[in-house]
């Protein structure tokens, strides 16, 4: 089972920021926080990830709290491209951990 | 540098015969993983491999279904005697290794059972 806590789905409008949060209260100190979206039924594309300190590149940022216990990506400029499932993922920190995909956040940016 | 690739994007196979799925790695990654997505479902782990071993099976059906990632060539997921319910999308993800160990994906194989 995933071990985060998404909205079902969002809207955001075209040009502004999408902050999109993720629950992840049972969060330990050895797991990342992992953000993918997938776009209609592409392959999943990663965006960003991060263990304590906020993290920014050129897709999004990671804002991540001092408890660790949830976390918002920010698209900074939402265009209608990033309309996608964005998918908030927690893994410990080892080799060969699969990805645990809960259903996600509907994500749709609207003209 | 080229992404995770996978082979073919499509493919059609009548009940009862075989399916061959293919992945290639990004270079330099030794690590592959495969999920299949169901219609209208979420991505759910099958196999995770490294060279000439399987790591983890825990995800692959126990009947029908095998994986191998030879020392050269591709990763191949193998579905015999597919039915019906195998019409999914089949993804595969390779990764470096390392700490933060981050997946990448291919684009993924979508098999019709008719």
């Known amino acids: 089972d995933a071990k985060t806590t998404q909205p079902t789905s969002m809207d955001c409008a075209e040009g502004r920021a999408a902050n999109l949060p993720c629950n992840h209260s049972?969060?330990?100190?050895?797991?990342?926080v992992y953000w993918y979206r997938q776009i209609h039924s592409q392959g999943p594309q990663y965006i960003i990830h991060g263990l304590k300190n906020n993290e920014t590149n050129e897709m999004a940022s990671l804002i991540i709290t001092e408890d660790r216990k949830s976390s918002t990506l920010i698209l900074p400029h939402a265009t209608l491209r990033d309309t996608a499932v964005y998918y908030c993922i927690v893994r410990v920190v080892n080799y060969g951990q699969n990805f645990v995909f809960g259903p996600g956040t509907r994500l749709s940016v609207l003209p | 540098n080229a992404g995770v690739m996978q082979n073919p994007r499509h493919l059609v196979r009548r009940r009862g015969q075989e399916a061959r799925l293919r992945c290639s790695p990004m270079k330099g990654h030794s690590h592959v993983y495969w999920y299949r997505q169901l219609p209208e479902e979420g991505l759910k782990f099958m196999v995770y491999?490294?060279?000439?071993?399987?790591?983890?099976e825990s995800g692959m059906p126990k009947e029908r279904f095998s994986a191998e990632f030879p020392k050269e060539g591709p990763s191949i997921l193998r579905i015999q005697q597919v039915v019906r319910g195998d019409s999914a999308a089949y993804f595969c993800?390779?990764?470096?290794?390392?700490?933060?160990?981050?997946?990448?994906f291919g684009p993924g194989t979508r098999l019709t059972v008719l």
């Open positions: 993800a390779s990764s470096p290794g390392g700490a933060s160990d981050t997946q990448y």
């Open positions: 491999l490294q060279k000439e071993n399987i790591i983890d």
């Open positions: 049972t969060i330990s100190g050895n797991e990342y």
